[in-house]
T-cell receptor, first 112, second 116 residues
Framework: KAGVTQTPRYLIKTRGQQVTLSCSPI?????VSWYQQTPGQGLQFLFE???????NKGNFPGRFSGRQFSNSRSEMNVSTLELGDSALYLC???????????FGSGTRLTVV | AQTVTQSQPEMSVQEAETVTLSCTYD???????LFWYKQPPSRQMILVIR??????QNATENRFSVNFQKAAKSFSLKISDSQLGDTAMYFC?????????????FGKGITLSVRP
């Protein structure tokens, strides 16, 4: 079956702009989580959605938001981009049990 | 809050040899899972092995095994018969099973290089 699909793979934005990243989970997976990966901070949890509801949120400013649609696809949005938002953004989906986390290949965001 | 510590930033091993990657964690949770993920240059995080905290038996997946010491909060990964394809970053991760803490907390990772 198809894996977790993240689009786009690469993105370059200017400081102050906003960006939307997309994640299509594995068919049947209702939980989608987002992580930010940077060389300095490592992997940090952004949020988790389950059945269109945000179930858990990490320690990020309100500029970072997300949503999940009825087909379980998820988007995350970052407004008023800062240079420090440059990172690899990873999406992971699972059916329900902890051993089911499957990650996508990520979106590399560069803010200039 | 949970913390995961991987103190070795880099390691190198000869092909076909055995290498052990270290990980310690800290938590007040009683029910949790521990994971090792591999991230090759393709960027995709791949689950290598997982361990349920309530199980005393160490998990094994082919050439990969763990040494889980619950009292010491230690969770090391042993890779036997190392292969060139094992070259990647390896992350140790923790996940509690209780509501708000059911997210993955990762260590900083270790870069493993397998030499031919």
């Amino acid at each position: 079956k198809a894996g977790v699909t993240q689009t786009p793979r690469y993105l370059i934005k200017t400081r102050g702009q906003q960006v939307t990243l997309s994640c299509s989970p594995i068919s049947g997976h209702r939980s989608v989580s987002w992580y930010q990966q940077t060389p300095g901070q490592g992997l940090q949890f952004l949020f988790e959605y389950f059945s269109e509801t945000q179930r858990n949120k990490g320690n990020f400013p309100g500029r970072f938001s997300g949503r999940q649609f009825s087909n379980s696809r998820s988007e995350m949005n970052v407004s008023t981009l800062e240079l420090g938002d440059s990172a690899l953004y990873l999406c992971a989906s699972r059916f329900g049990s902890p051993d089911g986390y499957t990650f996508g290949s990520g979106t590399r965001l560069t803010v200039v | 809050a949970q913390t995961v510590t991987q103190s070795q930033p880099e390691m190198s091993v000869q092909e076909a040899e055995t290498v052990t990657l270290s990980c310690t964690y800290d938590t007040s949770e009683s029910n949790y899972y521990l994971f090792w993920y591999k991230q090759p240059p393709s960027r995709q995080m791949i689950l290598v092995i997982r361990q349920e905290a309530y199980k005393q038996q160490n998990a094994t997946e082919n050439r990969f095994s763990v040494n889980f010491q619950k009292a010491a909060k230690s969770f090391s990964l042993k890779i036997s018969d190392s292969q060139l394809g094992d070259t990647a970053m390896y992350f140790c991760a923790f996940m509690a099973l209780t509501g708000a803490n059911s997210k993955l907390t990762f260590g900083k990772g270790i870069t493993l290089s397998v030499r031919p």
